[in-house]
């Protein structure tokens, strides 16, 4: 379990997208008493669309989705912006090479507090 410190997040918006409904639910919760705006998305397909309406300051995402995956989400974001923050989370350290273009990786689970 790793501590995220999203006191550097504060007052700034952001886009979480997972497929599982329970996850985004209770991060959303954890994410508003400190952030100005969060914004959900099931998938990657999603998330582009939010992404375009709002612009987010920063992109939290799953990797293992339907639709468009995280890593498929994150090669896209920086193809449009490469200097869009963008972190993946994933419950496979294995995983986490495959994201070498995204800005940070967290490795579930995640310490709430």
């Given at each position: 379990?790793?501590?995220?410190?999203?006191?550097?997040?504060?007052?700034?918006?952001?886009?979480?997208?997972?497929?599982?409904?329970?996850?985004?639910?209770?991060?959303?919760?954890?994410?508003?008493?400190?952030?100005?705006?969060?914004w959900?998305?099931?998938?990657?397909?999603?998330?582009?669309?939010?992404?375009?309406?709002h612009?987010?300051?920063?992109?939290?995402?799953?990797?293992?989705m339907?639709?468009?995956?995280?890593?498929?989400?994150?090669?896209?974001?920086?193809?449009?912006?490469?200097?869009?923050?963008?972190?993946?989370?994933?419950?496979?350290?294995?995983?986490?090479?495959?994201?070498?273009?995204?800005?940070?990786?967290?490795?579930?689970?995640?310490?709430?507090?």
């Amino acid at each position: 379990m790793i501590d995220l410190d999203v006191s550097i997040l504060q007052g700034r918006s952001v886009l979480f997208v997972d497929d599982e409904p329970h996850t985004r639910r209770a991060v959303k919760r954890m994410l508003e008493k400190r952030l100005k705006t969060v914004w959900l998305a099931e998938h990657g397909q999603e998330a582009l669309e939010l992404i375009e309406a709002h612009q987010p300051d920063i992109i939290i995402t799953d990797i293992e989705m339907p639709v468009m995956n995280g890593l498929e989400l994150l090669e896209e974001i920086k193809q449009r912006n490469p200097d869009e923050p963008v972190m993946i989370m994933t419950a496979f350290e294995d995983e986490a090479h495959e994201a070498e273009k995204a800005d940070s990786i967290l490795i579930k689970p995640i310490n709430r507090q």
